[in-house]
């Protein structure tokens, strides 16, 4: 006689009513789990939040305090600086309309780059090529009737109520994009070929645009901005000779090509000796240095600038660290240099304990950028530069400027938050097994 069926064991019947029962009937056969769970729920929407505000290392409040530090010193400087020009443009209304309109322009970054490090690093892989695809459309625009002619360089777009400068946008997808295919390559770099394309035509199609709306500053910036790409990137020095040789022969021949850079490079080689220039091409430099010199060692206190009362053309952009020498002295000017390379020394410490090698090309890309950046700026002011046109990044006067570099710094924020997250694959449906009869 066969056995009657045994009864299935009781930890299916577990597991069924687990998968497929109702909440009342699994809290009533596991009253313990249910009331753990429901005691786990607010503790995870803990946990949740304070992810949401945590960072992942110390360098993400180095450089955020260091930059929101920069930015108000920036307000500051902007609000002392342009106030005799801003009250004689307003028709001797106001001192305020730079500085206004700089704070609007910090009041649009500075959220913008918080939204921008909760980014996560796989979105700039995925989006690289778009990101410096569009960039390259606005730069094309300033050859379009869109376009302006700024201090002698075609470089700007007029939108009406506000111009932009595309190529600060530029710089930050170029970043981005080296990031993105120097880590793909990672494995090929020592093949030249591989270096070569696509790393090649599209540098120079970014840095060409660049080049024919004379721009001679953002076209420095730009190279050092790959320079710093590559050189994190580990691609061997011999593959960097041919390019520095290169760019040895074709900046002089950039920097010549125009009459108004020429005449400025060839009064700063002659150190502005020549009377005549001095109410000329040298009024600037001269009296930059000038009203450095007069700052002394604490300066002459903040807002009672003379170079200000305009003897000093730009000194709200270009020409912001001078006033800030003059006002500030030489040990506002050295704290300003610090803060820099506070930012410095907080990339490369990302750098470092980073394995992702596309974020390390990207940290290194905005560290040469901005760092870079500060420096050819301070050396204008000093004199061991011709004047170029290059904003002190977070603190001159300039919207495009100011707002990209601090999407840029999010960018770099958002990898302290996710280091290395990965992209999210496609959700693949799992094959149901049916039981064995």
């Not at 459309?137 to 109520?161: A, H, K, M």
């Not at 994009?177 to 494995?187: E, N, Q």
């Not at 125009?258 to 020549?274: E, F």
């Not at 420096?375 to 707002?403: K, Q, R, T, W």
Request: charged share 15%; hydrophobic share 55%; net charge positive.
């Amino acid at each position: 006689m066969a056995p009657a069926p045994s009864s299935p064991p009781r930890r299916r019947l577990t597991d069924l009513a687990r998968r497929g029962g109702r909440p009342a009937d699994r809290a009533r056969e596991h009253p313990l789990e249910s009331d753990a769970d429901e005691a786990d729920r607010p503790a995870a929407a803990v946990v949740a939040v304070k992810r949401l505000f945590a960072a992942e290392t110390g360098s993400f409040f180095v450089i955020l305090g260091t930059t929101l530090f920069l930015v108000v010193l920036g307000l500051v400087m902007v609000l002392s600086s342009s106030s005799v020009e801003a009250f004689i443009a307003s028709g001797q209304t106001s001192f305020f309309g730079s500085f206004v309109r700089q704070g609007i322009y910090a009041a649009i970054g500075i959220p913008l780059m918080l939204i921008v490090s909760r980014v996560p690093v796989w979105f700039w892989k995925r989006w690289s090529w778009h990101i410096l695809g569009a960039t390259l459309v606005l730069q094309l625009l300033v050859f379009t009737p869109l376009g302006i002619e700024v201090g002698g360089n075609r470089n700007w777009i007029d939108l009406g109520s506000f111009t932009a400068q595309p190529s600060e946008a530029v710089k930050l997808a170029l970043a981005i994009w080296l990031g993105m295919i120097l880590a793909v390559k990672r494995d090929l770099l020592d093949d030249w070929r591989h270096l070569a394309i696509p790393l090649v035509p599209v540098v120079l199609v970014a840095v060409g645009l660049v080049v024919a709306g004379g721009d001679l500053g953002t076209t420095m910036v730009m190279l050092l901005l790959v320079f710093g790409a590559v050189w994190f990137a580990g691609i061997k020095l011999r593959y960097l000779m041919i390019p520095i040789a290169l760019l040895a022969v074709v900046i002089p021949l950039i920097a010549f090509g125009s009459v108004s850079r020429n005449d400025r490079i060839a009064a700063w080689m002659a150190g502005c000796t020549d009377d005549s220039a001095y109410q000329g091409i040298c009024w600037q430099s001269l009296h930059g240095t000038w009203a450095l010199a007069s700052g002394g060692l604490f300066g002459v206190g903040l807002g009672n600038s003379k170079a200000k009362w305009s003897w000093l053309p730009e000194a709200d952009n270009d020409f912001i660290f001078a006033v800030l020498g003059e006002e500030l002295g030489l040990i506002g000017g050295v704290v300003v240099l610090a803060l820099f390379v506070v930012l410095a020394i907080a990339f490369i410490k990302i750098i470092r304990k980073t394995g992702d090698p596309f974020v390390r090309v990207v940290t290194g890309a905005v560290a040469a950028w901005i760092v870079g950046q500060a420096l050819i700026n301070v050396a204008v002011v000093l004199g061991l530069l011709p004047v170029l046109g290059v904003p002190l990044p977070l603190i001159s006067a300039g919207g495009s400027a100011l707002i990209v570099t601090l999407v840029a710094i999010g960018v770099v924020l958002s990898f302290t938050r996710h280091p290395e997250e990965p992209a999210p694959r496609p959700r693949v449906a799992r094959q149901r097994v049916g039981s064995l009869r």
